[in-house]
């Protein structure tokens, strides 16, 4: 359980922070190949990750959102600022810093808390909670189905596919066990699954 104090901030930040580094460093890897250990950055299954075990390990909704919040915001100085700071020495990553992006991210880092802070009422033993529950695991699976397809047609994807697999699993289990209505629950998966591997990764993925 993350504690409610500025130590667990700090560290929250810094692990954001580390996060950004390691996506930004994921460009030096190549997207199309078999691996295509790149895509970290670009795909959405690392976002939900992050989101959801934060949100899991936090003791509040105020708390998730503001360790959500850090480790997003930490993530995204970091992602642009390495890219600057490449940029002097890669063509590659040369150019202005990519200020419009930043701002925009730093956005997204608003609205990952604010997810969050609404994701932790899953606690609650009500209907809405049981659909909550199943929301990490929709989005883990949406994709994980997308990049199988790219993975059976181009031999691309494979990392992504086996994180998103792995962590589909594990959140289905362990919020199957906190949902309230498994019902509610298990029709919640099919219905978001479906509706998220439809309208947003089947455009951008296949």
């Known amino acids: ?33 078999l691996w295509s250990l790149s895509s970290i950055a670009t ?34 100085i970091s992602f642009y600022g390495l890219k600057f700071i490449l940029g002097f020495f ?34 609650k033993d009500n209907l809405f909670g049981s659909v909550l529950c199943a929301l990490p695991a929709s989005g883990m699976l949406a994709e994980a189905i997308g990049c199988l397809i790219v993975l059976l047609k181009q031999r691309m994807l494979l990392g992504q596919a086996l994180f998103d697999f792995l962590f589909a699993l594990i959140f289905g289990i362990l919020l199957f066990r906190k949902a309230n209505n498994k019902a509610v629950y298990f029709a919640t998966l099919i219905v978001v699954t479906s509706a998220v591997f439809y309208f947003i990764y089947r455009p951008f993925l296949l």
Do not use: H, Q
Not at 2 to 28: E, H, M, P, Q, T
Not at 55 to 74: K, P, R
Not at 93 to 106: D, K, N, Q
């Open 1 to 33: 359980m993350i504690k409610k104090n500025l130590k667990s901030y700090f560290v929250l930040f810094l692990a954001g922070i580390l996060a950004g580094i390691i996506c930004r460093l994921s460009d030096f890897f190549p997207y199309e190949s």
């Open 43 to 76: 795909m959405f299954g690392f976002w939900i990750a992050s989101i959801a075990v934060i949100t899991y390990c936090s003791s509040s909704n105020i708390g998730a959102f503001l360790n959500s919040f850090l480790y997003m915001f930490g993530m995204t």
């Open 90 to 123: 890669m063509e590659r990553f040369s150019g202005e810093f990519p200020t419009m992006l930043f701002l925009a991210y730093s956005v997204m880092a608003v609205v990952c808390g604010i997810g969050s802070g609404v994701l932790y009422f899953w606690n």
